[in-house]
T-cell receptor, first 112, second 116 residues
Framework: DQQVKQNSPSLSVQEGRISILNCDYT??????FLWYKKYPAEGPTFLIS?????DKNEDGRFTVFLNKSAKHLSLHIVPSQPGDSAVYFC???????????FGTGTSLTVIP | DAGITQSPRHKVTETGTPVTLRCHQT?????MYWYRQDPGHGLRLIHY???????DKGEVSDGYSVSRSKTEDFLLTLESATSSQTSVYFC???????????????FGEGSRLTVL
């Protein structure tokens, strides 16, 4: 059973606009969340993370928001650039475990 | 970039044959992981290691075995490959593991396996 879900397989946005990628989780023990970006034929690369003690973490154009009550996190990219076109995975872990659980990914296309 | 090398990068094999994928790291990280990526499933953990000769199962471990005899090498073996094991396999490493909430994974470039 998928514990981390990304319900939008794909998303298209215009260059310069905001991209919002969503992720839901079911395991209330998860307390650390990450976003990874993946280009074709490459391995995923770490983008940004957030601990459950925070509700927002910002790094340049990337901001992750965490809503623990809704078990929901989102990644905002502002402004979106063509180079942001990639597959984005969210991942979650619990302090008591040794595993990251990944979502199915959202393919973002930024249109010039 | 983290020093992670996967080999082979591409392999085509036949059903029933054994296959071994190798992950080599130069970072001296304690934790090593094997994931597979499939459409509609994202990245799923097969096995991981938290030290030399210390391994544990992940979500999809059936049909796979692993070994870690040295810190730098983590081998994934398919004893008898099946078509359902056609996938892209990623090795990942972490210095802290995920039990400490600042760990992140560094991934290799992937190994594409096709089982005919």
């Amino acid at each position: 059973d998928q514990q981390v879900k990304q319900n939008s397989p794909s998303l298209s946005v215009q260059e310069g606009r905001i991209s919002i990628l969503n992720c839901d989780y079911t395991n209330s023990m998860f307390d650390y969340f990450l976003w990874y970006k993946k280009y074709p034929a490459e391995g995923p690369t770490f983008l940004i993370s957030i601990s459950s003690i925070k509700d927002k973490n910002e790094d340049g154009r990337f901001t992750v928001f965490l809503n623990k009550s809704a078990k929901h996190l989102s990644l905002h990219i502002v402004p979106s650039q063509p180079g942001d076109s990639a597959v984005y995975f969210c991942a979650a872990s619990a302090n008591t475990g040794n595993q990251f659980y990944f979502g199915t990914g959202t393919s973002l296309t930024v249109i010039p | 970039d983290a020093g992670i090398t996967q080999s082979p990068r591409h392999k085509v094999t036949e059903t029933g044959t054994p296959v071994t994928l190798r992950c080599h790291q130069t970072e001296n990280h304690r934790y090593m992981y094997w994931y597979r990526q499939d459409p509609g499933h994202g990245l799923r953990l097969i096995h991981y290691s938290y030290g030399v000769k210390d391994t544990d199962k992940g979500e999809v471990s059936d049909g796979y075995s692993v070994s870690r005899s040295k810190t730098e090498d983590f081998l994934l073996t398919l004893e008898s490959a099946t078509s359902s094991q056609t996938s892209v396999y990623f090795c990942a490493i972490s210095s802290l593991g995920v039990s400490v909430n600042t760990g992140e994974l560094f991934f290799g470039e992937g190994s594409r396996l096709t089982v005919l």
